[in-house]
């Protein structure tokens, strides 16, 4: 299965914030929306970076009580990792799991096209396996 498959059951919309938002602004948009991460992105399709709840959980110590003042790009995660629509699942996987990442911007030419999660990820993979499970049944029954 690759991610587009994904994408089109999802769909393709991608919360973003400047690199100049606040982390205020940045944590009201992650609980609002109820998501986990936020691609950083001046125009809404190049990938600046990106930051994750697990981001800001570890930078508060590190900036005490201005934390809510400061601005996105001093603490988004700069070097992102992404994917394309036409990778597989298994190939996502693999790299969220061996980087320690939930979070996967997909990208197509390097304009941000969509954003998958390691929840979206293995939903895909237990669908995949049920299908396969389903079929070996009929199979197996018809035999």
Do not use: W
């Amino acid at each position: 299965m690759q991610v587009q498959t994904i994408l089109n059951a999802k769909g393709s919309e991608v919360a973003t914030v400047t690199p100049n938002s606040s982390v205020r602004d940045l944590a009201t948009m992650l609980r609002e929306r109820r998501i986990g991460a936020v691609v950083v992105s001046a125009d809404g399709s190049s990938i600046e970076g990106i930051v994750s709840e697990r981001d800001i959980v570890r930078q508060l110590t590190d900036f005490g009580p201005k934390f809510l003042s400061v601005k996105v790009r001093e603490i988004m995660t700069k070097d992102v990792l992404s994917c394309s629509p036409t990778d597989t699942v298994d190939t996502c996987m693999e790299l969220m799991t061996g980087r320690r990442i939930r979070h996967l911007p997909v990208a197509v030419a390097g304009k941000l096209t969509g954003l998958v999660s390691i929840g979206d990820i293995v939903k895909a993979k237990m669908d995949e396996i049920r299908l396969e499970a389903e079929s070996l049944k009929q199979y197996i029954s018809s035999g």
